[in-house]
């Protein structure tokens, strides 16, 4: 899900949220090791005339929504081929057609007011539209999810990239969507949330596959 060298991952690490750690500037996802892992303030002012500052995209996003939004303990903004389609779309919404669509029904936010690469009021708009969702489709942008926990923001963002493809797809027959029930929507949404660790098993095998072939992101 990586563009280029762009797009960031970020995790508090403090009660309130507002210190976190975060991907330096200019590496690319799979060389990053947790020792490069930039420790961030978001209430300094002076972090952007540091030696070593991160990307002034990453401080403005991941600063204001830590700063605003204490609950989103880890954010992972991409932008994906299919989430990234879907944010560019006059009709930004997921619709419920399979059970990875289903999964975020009514738990996400739209934001529909993109202003330039994520700068100044940008970033602090993007906190605000957030609110308690795990979804924000940045319009004309990308996707950025906020969840409790490492597994659960990887997992979050793995299933809604499958629940995008999956829609555009469905729009691409040119047939009509089979859109389920809001009962039907919501049950399953909330079987999905009560699917007990199940990302902290997603991302474990994950780990355990990068282990098996000698990787040294944990140096």
Same mark, same amino acid.
């Given at each position: 899900?990586?563009?280029?060298?762009?797009?960031?991952?970020? =995790?508090?690490?403090?009660?309130?949220?507002?210190?976190?750690? $975060?991907? @330096?500037?200019?590496?690319?996802?799979? %060389?990053?090791?947790?020792?490069?892992?930039?420790?961030?303030?978001?209430?300094?002012?002076?972090?952007?005339?540091?030696?070593? *500052? @991160?990307?002034?995209?990453?401080?403005?996003?991941?600063?204001?929504?830590?700063?605003?939004?204490?609950?989103? /303990?880890?954010?992972?903004? $991409?932008?994906?081929?299919?989430?990234?389609?879907?944010?560019?779309?006059?009709?930004?919404?997921?619709?419920?057609?399979?059970?990875?669509?289903?999964?975020?029904?009514?738990?996400?936010?739209?934001?529909?007011?993109?202003?330039?690469?994520?700068?100044?009021?940008?970033?602090? /708009? =993007?906190?605000?539209?957030?609110?308690?969702?795990?979804?924000?489709?940045?319009?004309?942008?990308?996707?950025?999810?906020?969840?409790?926990? $490492?597994? %659960? *923001?990887?997992?979050?963002?793995?299933?809604?990239?499958? *629940?995008?493809?999956?829609?555009?797809?469905?729009?691409?027959?040119?047939?009509?969507?089979?859109?389920?029930?809001?009962?039907? *929507?919501?049950?399953?949404? %909330?079987?999905?949330?009560?699917?007990?660790?199940?990302?902290? /098993?997603?991302?474990?095998?994950?780990?355990?596959?990068?282990?098996?072939?000698?990787?040294?992101?944990?140096?």
């Amino acid at each position: 899900m990586h563009e280029s060298v762009g797009n960031h991952f970020s =995790l508090a690490v403090s009660d309130d949220g507002s210190k976190f750690l $975060v991907n @330096p500037n200019g590496r690319h996802f799979s %060389q990053i090791k947790a020792s490069e892992l930039l420790l961030l303030d978001s209430n300094d002012t002076s972090t952007m005339s540091k030696k070593n *500052a @991160p990307d002034p995209t990453a401080w403005a996003i991941h600063s204001a929504l830590h700063r605003k939004n204490p609950h989103a /303990r880890c954010l992972m903004h $991409v932008h994906p081929k299919y989430s990234t389609i879907l944010a560019s779309l006059e009709d930004s919404n997921m619709y419920p057609i399979d059970q990875n669509t289903m999964r975020f029904y009514n738990r996400i936010s739209i934001d529909n007011g993109f202003d330039g690469m994520g700068l100044g009021n940008e970033a602090e /708009r =993007l906190s605000e539209t957030l609110g308690n969702n795990s979804i924000l489709v940045m319009g004309n942008h990308g996707v950025l999810v906020a969840a409790d926990s $490492v597994a %659960q *923001a990887f997992d979050d963002l793995y299933y809604f990239e499958r *629940a995008c493809q999956t829609l555009i797809g469905a729009y691409q027959t040119g047939k009509s969507l089979r859109i389920v029930s809001h009962e039907i *929507a919501e049950k399953t949404a %909330q079987q999905w949330q009560n699917y007990s660790n199940f990302a902290d /098993r997603h991302f474990g095998e994950l780990m355990e596959m990068l282990d098996k072939e000698g990787s040294d992101y944990k140096n």
